[in-house]
């Protein structure tokens, strides 16, 4: 088995979050997976997004480094957190509040589905 390096990165899929979760703006998503492991429950990649609002509700745990951007994110619950490049969180599975893109964003994630 080979390392996994993020050197070359495969073509990009659009996607946008679902018009149901959608509060604001009309943002443009390009993800680039690098990496999926054979049971189907890690990822590991690159995503980006053009500015916009729309609810979260994680079941899985994201490990996210911010490349570019800024993005604000707020829990139901009352907490808001902003992040830009440099920074870097864990969204926990269980987390529902809001993601938002202040200004056009790129981010590395890791992603494991329990």
Not at 9 to 18: F, K, M, T
Request: overall charge negative; glycine content about 12%; proline content about 6%.
């Amino acid at each position: 088995m080979d390392i996994i390096t993020f050197a070359s990165l495969p073509d990009a899929e659009s996607s946008r979050p679902a018009e149901d979760r959608l509060l604001g703006g009309s943002p443009q998503q390009q993800i680039q997976n690098v990496f999926s492991d054979r049971s189907g429950k890690f990822f590991a990649g690159v995503w980006a997004s053009t500015p916009g609002r729309w609810r979260i509700a994680y079941t899985e745990n994201e490990f996210c480094h911010m490349l570019e951007g800024r993005v604000r994110i707020t829990a139901d619950g009352g907490g808001v957190w902003t992040f830009g490049p440099g920074d870097t969180f864990v969204v926990p599975a269980g987390f529902e509040g809001i993601w938002e893109v202040e200004v056009s964003a790129r981010k590395l994630y890791a992603i494991f589905e329990p």
